[in-house]
């Protein structure tokens, strides 16, 4: 373990120095600007201290207004861990100061900035529990910007006054442990294995590449608060969710339009466009976005080489080879909020998700026995595929609030429907020697995949008092995974289907899955609790029919318990333990038992009987955020002794043959370390750093393969933003990671950083963007090892990473207010995804993400 952490270490140090070079060059130039600016401004400064104990005050908040105006803030600050605060104001007069924090009363304050008094320092400011009232002075109630709760930190973006002319992705780079680096990709503790929500519950609107165009087109001037919930309860179904960010909206009665429209293209030839448009009109409000990509995927090479062990007929199998491809992709949202009266209210949602991708590729096989320089056989092959995917899906959500604050019960149902299909096709020529019987060329598959899904679902809560909130609900879902697939071969120039149809290219899996959650919250000043528990009941019934001898049928029961303490040590201080159970069932990916063999040698499928697995998980976190400086430190633990790993193996009867699929067949040991970082040292300068290290300890001993791995993976992220004059930014980022641990090998590591130039017009409504990936390394370079008692593979792949794009986006239109949405909806998150050796529970380790 020790040798394996100093390698870590050293791979990060000997990261590229002209990376590092950069980041100097970006904290070089802030310095500058920052002087540039600092001329032009005005500064107040001061420490709040406590009356009575004579105790720093942290984390109150500072808001200053002109005299003449003093319910209308023109900036706000919150003080350090120490009481200190720094403000800084662009224009001279009278101006009235209001200061406020969660544990002292209100206090206000008048001053006078002019030409010859440009910085005024107030020393100690002492807080005491009566306010100070001054003669015709408004004093307006104001809620610290940052607050700790049980569960989640809550950012108020309507007590900030940037609030007015930013966008809600701008707002979001000052929440606390939220990540959004110089290409807008958003990041929560460092992972982005989370949920965005809006009004507490999810939106199809934040998914994909959409996220990023669909915050800058909200204006923050209709948002009311941001929430980060880093440890969910009982209520959501499926691990994996590393944590959620809840919008909250304005509940202004306004009414009025909002919009954007957006256009990108790469060097790689890429290009899309995006556009968005919310609108509110009486008692009805429509939100709906429409997005279309067109990607380009420039040539990639790979080379594998796999030498095998104490075999009679096989030495040696080299393999080389080159893919490239592209395909588009576009996605349409409309939801639609009818507010029937101040207590109920009806949603509609649609979604509708299309794309399809084409991938050429061409193979060089060659067999060896001994001899090195004369293979057995080899052969050459072209492989064409197309991949057709997307999804269909509509919400109906009724929500019934009570005459008590919070208190709701909302119904809700969804539908979805997700085609998948693949035609694989493989074409041989130059063939030498004679190859083995069972290798069969010349052939193709259309196979057409397709999971459906039916969900319903009850949920109340209860705020029973300010200290204590139970919510419960119910749930059912219908969920079928369906794949057929036929085969063809070619004969005198024409594709033939093979017949009889093999007894797996006609498969059904139907799932029913029922579930019941009560939860409960106690909140005291500076002590929380946060318990549930789920019960969830699962029935399957799997189809094979052209083998009904084959079907089989399993029921099984789980309880799955959540409990989460927090401990305020200090306003701006918070200690949090929790653990939690969840299960994560296989999706069609690794469910469906068709038999991809383009590559005769390197066979692939799915295990139908596969079984969900139950993770256990601790965890341990520390926060502290002030003014300038935030971070958050996870210490975590897990195990899953049912892991489903993907694995290869080579029987008996094709001996030169690599077969891959899933099983479990595994136990899933991970300790982890992970912190994350924001420092904000001025306001044109801002930088984020996430990083960790995992260990993992991966086994199997079953009948189907005895193998076992373990080692430290990590990974290393850090991003610098600097705001110029004139509306320019410049960003800075890049990010270093080990690889992965497989069951049966590993990856290298590898590494890749950006720079990007962004410019504001017309009063931030036009923003231009400037991206350049890798502008001096062209090709990202990565390595795989995979072994057991049979064989050892090797493989190397070389991908282009130097791409630059421009991204040109538009916002129009004046709306004061965020339609009204339900506060409780359906997410189905129980279910893996990917479709990949390493998407496998254990398939992969990168640190964290």
């Known amino acids: 373990m020790n040798i394996s952490l100093i390698k870590v270490i050293i791979n990060i140090l000997n990261m590229k120095k002209l990376f590092f070079s950069i980041i100097a060059a970006v904290l070089f130039t802030v310095t500058a600007g920052a002087q540039v600016r600092a001329t032009d401004l005005y500064t107040i400064s001061g420490q709040l201290v406590d009356t009575l104990t004579n105790d720093p005050v942290p984390y109150a908040t500072v808001s200053v207004a002109f005299a003449q105006s003093p319910a209308q803030f023109v900036n706000a600050v919150a003080s350090d861990g120490n009481g200190r605060f720094v403000m800084q104001l662009r224009e001279p007069g009278d101006y009235v100061m209001t200061i406020q924090s969660v544990i002292t009363a209100p ?154 429209v957006s256009a990108n293209a790469g060097t790689f030839g890429s290009f899309g466009g995006n556009t968005f448009l919310t609108a509110k009109m009486g008692k009805l409000g429509l939100t709906g976005n429409f997005s279309y990509n067109n990607n380009r995927r420039p040539s990639s090479n790979s080379e594998t080489v796999t030498d095998y062990i104490n075999n009679p007929l096989f030495s040696r199998q080299n393999t080389f080879g080159s893919q490239k491809g592209g395909g588009e992709f576009m996605f349409g949202r409309l939801e639609a909020s009818y507010d029937i009266d101040t207590l109920r209210l009806l949603s509609l949602g649609v979604n509708i998700w299309n794309g399809k991708f084409n991938s050429i590729s061409q193979r060089t096989i060659e067999m060896f026995n001994g001899a090195p320089e004369i293979p057995l056989y080899s052969y050459k092959t072209d492989g064409d595929n197309n991949f057709k995917y997307g999804s269909t899906g509509l919400n109906l959500d009724y929500q019934r609030s009570m005459n008590k604050k919070d208190e709701n019960l909302t119904f809700s149902y969804r539908f979805n429907n997700s085609p998948d299909d693949n035609e694989t096709s493989s074409r041989a020529r130059d063939i030498t020697g004679v190859l083995p019987p069972n290798i069969r060329l010349n052939q193709r598959y259309d196979n057409k995949a397709r999971t459906t899904e039916h969900t319903g679902q009850v949920d109340y809560i209860n705020p029973l008092s300010q200290r204590h909130t139970i919510e419960t609900g119910l749930k059912y879902i219908l969920r079928q995974n369906i794949s057929k697939v036929d085969h063809f071969e070619m004969v005198g120039g024409s594709w033939v289907e093979l017949l009889p149809r093999n007894v797996n290219n006609d498969f059904e899996h139907i799932s029913h899955i029922y579930s019941a959650y009560g939860g409960y919250a106690l909140r005291l000043p500076k002590f929380g609790v946060r318990a549930g528990v789920r019960a969830e009941g699962t029935s399957q019934n799997v189809q094979f029919r052209l083998d009904e001898s084959r079907n089989f049928e399993v029921d099984y029961y789980n309880v799955v318990p959540s409990v989460t303490v927090s401990y305020q040590l200090k306003p701006t201080q918070q200690m949090r333990a929790g653990y939690n159970m969840r299960i994560s069932r296989p999706s069609i990916w690794f469910l469906n038992p068709y038999v991809n063999d383009t590559d005769p040698l390197n066979i692939s499928y799915g295990n139908p009987e596969l079984d969900p697995e139950k993770s256990h998980n601790f965890n341990l976190n520390y926060s502290f955020f002030s003014v300038k400086l935030n971070f958050n430190i996870n210490a975590t633990y897990s195990f ?210």
């Not at 294995?193 to 809006?198: E, T």
Request: glycine residues 10%; hydrophobic residues 35%.
């Open 107 to 260: 206090l206000v304050k008048t001053f006078t900035l002019s030409e010859t008094n440009r910085s005024l320092d107030f020393g100690r400011i002492f807080l005491h529990e009566q306010s100070l009232e001054l003669t015709e002075v408004a004093i307006v109630a104001q809620r610290p910007l940052v607050r700790v709760d049980i569960d989640k930190i809550t950012y108020s973006v309507e007590d900030d006054p940037e609030a007015r002319v930013n966008n809600t992705l701008d707002m979001l780079r000052k929440v606390p442990m939220v990540t959004v680096d110089g290409e807008d990709r958003i990041l929560l503790r460092g992972a982005s294995n989370f949920r965005i929500y809006l009004n507490g519950r999810p939106s199809n609107l934040f998914s994909g590449q959409t996220v990023s165009d669909v915050l800058k087109s909200m204006p923050a001037n209709t948002i009311r608060t941001i929430e980060v919930i880093t440890d969910p309860g009982a209520r959501y179904d499926a691990e994996g969710i590393g944590g959620i960010i809840n919008i909250v909206t304005s509940r202004n009665l306004f009414q009025g339009y909002q919009g954007s």
């Open 640 to 849: 899953v002794n049912n892991s489903i790993q993907y694995y290869t193996f080579i029987h008996e009867a094709s001996p030169e043959v690599r077969q891959n699929t899933y099983g479990n067949i595994g136990t899933n040991h991970r300790t982890g370390l992970f912190a994350n970082a924001g420092w904000t040292p001025n306001r044109t300068l801002r930088i984020n750093f996430n990083g960790g290290l995992n260990y993992v300890d991966l086994r199997s001993e079953s009948e189907v393969l005895t193998a076992s791995n373990s080692g430290l993976t990590g990974n290393v992220f850090l991003n610098a933003q600097i705001t110029l004059p004139k509306d320019f930014r410049i960003n800075a980022g890049g990010q270093y990671m080990t690889g992965w641990i497989t069951l049966q090998g590993r990856q290298s590591g590898y590494y890749f950083y950006n720079v990007g130039v962004n410019k504001d017009f017309f009063e931030r409504k036009l923003t231009v963007s400037l991206t350049c990936s890798n502008p001096f390394e062209k090709f990202l370079k990565m390595e795989m090892k995979t072994s057991n008692d049979f064989f050892i593979t090797n493989s190397k792949s070389r991908q282009p990473m130097r791409e630059g794009r421009i991204s040109i986006s538009y916002r129009f239109g004046n709306m004061t207010e965020s339609i009204r949405r339900v506060q409780r909806s359906i997410t189905n998150d129980d279910v893996m995804g990917g479709g990949g050796g390493s998407g496998a529970s254990g398939g992969g380790a990168g640190g964290g993400n």
